[in-house]
């Protein structure tokens, strides 16, 4: 027995990805300020941020160091303020 369902959404599936040679070269140097900006675009689920990075070597160092500057800052904050309360 065959049913035929009445389907409204057509989806073309799952986008392709993009090929290497679309993807510009990573910049020279250091770089931090250019990989804080993809990271802000990243996690605004830019499409082009994500297909940028995914090749990209530097950019697992570039997030490691982003991240642990992000945890150190409220544990930094937490030590300074405790310090100065002693003095």
């Known amino acids: 027995m065959v049913r035929d369902y009445g389907v409204a959404h057509n989806c073309a599936g799952i ?5 290497v040679s679309d993807v510009p070269a990573p910049p020279k140097g250091f770089a931090l300020f ?12 830019d499409d082009a941020a994500i297909r940028r990075t995914m090749n990209d070597p530097n950019a697992i160092l ?6 642990v500057f992000a945890v150190a800052m409220p ?3 937490s030590v300074v303020s405790s310090y100065w309360q002693t003095i």
Do not use: C, D, K, S
């Open 15 to 19: 986008a392709a990805a993009a090929e």
């Open 34 to 45: 250019h990989y804080l900006q993809e990271a802000f675009r990243i996690a605004t689920w």
């Open 62 to 67: 570039y997030g490691v160091l982003i991240y």
């Open 75 to 77: 544990i930094g904050h």
